[in-house]
């Protein structure tokens, strides 16, 4: 039988950085105590949790390194992108791509 999760148990585990569905599979499929499964925060698996910003950044810096241009995180955003932006434009080869265009 499952243990029913109340409105007040969902807003603990919120709290605590346990979304419902995690809350849910918990209790209900891996049969966790409920206590258990609101307190204790989700695992990440060596994964780091990465704002919007920092990953935006961590993808400008990779496709810099595939330019062959170095990059760190402690450069600021916008400049990352203007250089990403700049390094396309460098690649391209206007007299071979516009035999595309026609």
Do not use: C
Not at 37 to 64: H, Q
């Amino acid at each position: 039988m499952y243990e029913r999760i109340t409105p007040d148990d969902y807003k603990q585990a919120a709290e605590n950085g346990v979304s419902r569905p995690t809350l849910e599979r918990r209790v209900w499929s891996y049969h966790w105590p409920k206590q258990k499964a609101i307190t204790e925060r989700k695992r990440t698996y060596g994964k780091k949790n990465l704002t919007n910003r920092d990953l935006r950044k961590k993808v400008a810096i990779d496709e810099l390194h595939a330019f062959g241009v170095s990059a760190t995180m402690a450069e600021e955003l916008e400049q990352l992108e203007l250089r990403v932006a700049l390094a396309r434009f460098e690649g391209i080869d206007v007299e071979a791509d516009a035999q595309k265009w026609f």
